[in-house]
């Protein structure tokens, strides 16, 4: 018996899962959130230094294999450290292989089952499926084939979106379709002129919730929703940058019908390969780029017509490597064993941002060397800090000369946080950044 089969008895189990999930999916979430992570309850309060020392300290031991007292990592926006049991995963993937062969799907489908429970408990949400993908870039994929995109059609986005989406509408562009991007600088207008850009050829609009260069979170992102759900306009969330970082409920009906999409590699720990689009369970899309996992239960007897099976895989792809889901797993336990809700993990994050910010103000350089990427509070800021430099890129390489492992982005010099990151090291960093910016000033 090859995997498929035991894929279409899955299938069916996930029906009647779904049915149960309903009903204890709000009680696990009361478990897991210790906090309300409704849109209108954003008010977290960061953690002062001592709390984030004593959550750093807590979580350092479990962190060894990554060296992270040895080097200031600063790239937690990006790929934070794995803690050790990660390896556990990678092993445990290795030993169902040799020891399951061909079986070893069961086991597999069971770790992408706990991390779509982990991102169903994060994002509040009983409405949701969760199709697995290798990276964002080819779930997009999958849905912007599930639209009509006849020459002419439009497509409503920002100007600040990762290359994974905005590559991608390029491309459409040159095809003929007409792609708006409105600038996502100002905060405050942002819905309303995405808004303001809808009309009645809108085939989908994209935005990210967390901007990857600024770190900007787009709060009014449910207005958007609201108003591209009674026009009847697919809308695609960008969440990288904010899962298992900034709470988000998908709970509010017109975020319940929204597609979002995520993945492991940066805040989650889970690293590559477990990317997840999430759609409504009421989509009928049909994509024109899928692979064989879409419709496992039609395998033996395949229709004439292409068909999609009920549940989760509908935007998906084909046979892939699934030891990435295993160390996901591994991963996504440890932070249930620690506690890390989403309440503690935007406290610890807004307390870091918080006093990596106020230690940069201290530094006092010219604006025009160096500068905040935008002046709003850290509650209206993602995970990591955001800095405006003409010099980023040498920054950065400076930076990584003396162990502080930072990114740059154009003229966006980026410090990243992780929850087992304390005072002593973010201190540390930004001591490290006025040297570099002080003793290299003339030939910068
Ligand atoms: C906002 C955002 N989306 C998506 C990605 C990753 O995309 P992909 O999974 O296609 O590599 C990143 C990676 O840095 C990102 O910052």
Known sequence: MRYCNYLSFLVKKEKAKDQAMS???????SANLDESTDQEDRSFIGHTPSQIDALANRLAPHYTDFRI??????????????PN?????????????????DKKWGLAFEKIEHLRNYLRSWYNDTNGYYCPGPNTH?????????????????????????????????????EGIEVVSVPADSLDTLADRLISALSPKTS??????????????????????????????PMLIDDYHG????????????????????????????????????????????????????????LANPPEKIIYDEGDWRFA????????????????????????????????SLGQIGFLRNAFLNLDFPKETIDLAHPLPPEQNGGFLSLRSPHAGRLEEILFE???????????????????????????????????????????
């Not at 007292?69 to 790929?79: E, P």
């Not at 792809?317 to 620690?338: C, K």
Request: charged fraction near 15%; include cysteine.
């Open 23 to 29: 009903s204890t999916n709000r009680m696990s979430d």
């Open 69 to 82: 007292a040895d080097r200031i990592l600063l790239t937690g926006h990006s790929h934070q450290a794995w």
């Open 85 to 101: 049991v990660a390896r556990q995963g990678v092993l445990e993937g290795y030993h169902a292989a040799a020891e399951r062969v």
């Open 138 to 174: 080819s779930l997009v994929c999958s849905w912007l084939s599930s639209l009509n995109l006849k020459k002419g059609a439009q497509i409503v986005t920002t100007a600040d979106e990762f290359h994974s989406i905005s590559r991608q509408l390029k491309r459409l562009q040159e």
């Open 204 to 233: 989908a609009v994209l935005t990210s919730h967390v901007f990857f260069k600024t770190s900007h979170i787009f709060k009014e992102i449910g207005a958007l929703a609201e108003v591209a759900s009674q026009r009847g306009i």
């Open 243 to 298: 899962t298992n970082i900034v709470p988000f409920s998908l709970a509010p009906a017109p975020l319940a019908e929204c597609f979002l999409v995520t993945g492991g590699y940066k805040y989650l720990q889970w690293g590559e390969g477990n990317c997840f689009l999430r759609f409504p369970k009421s989509c009928r899309l049909r994509p024109l780029m899928t692979g064989w996992f879409a419709s496992y239960s039609s």
């Open 317 to 348: 792809s084909a046979t892939f490597d699934p030891t990435s889901a295993f160390r996901g797993s591994h991963v996504a336990n440890f932070f249930t064993e620690q506690h890390l809700t989403p309440s503690t993990l935007r406290q610890q």
């Open 402 to 444: 003396k162990g502080v492992f930072t990114d740059s982005r154009g003229d966006i010099l980026r410090l990243g946080p992780a929850p087992y990151i304390g005072t002593g090291q973010l201190k540390q960093a930004i001591e490290i950044l006025g040297e570099a910016l002080a003793s290299t000033a003339k030939n910068l």
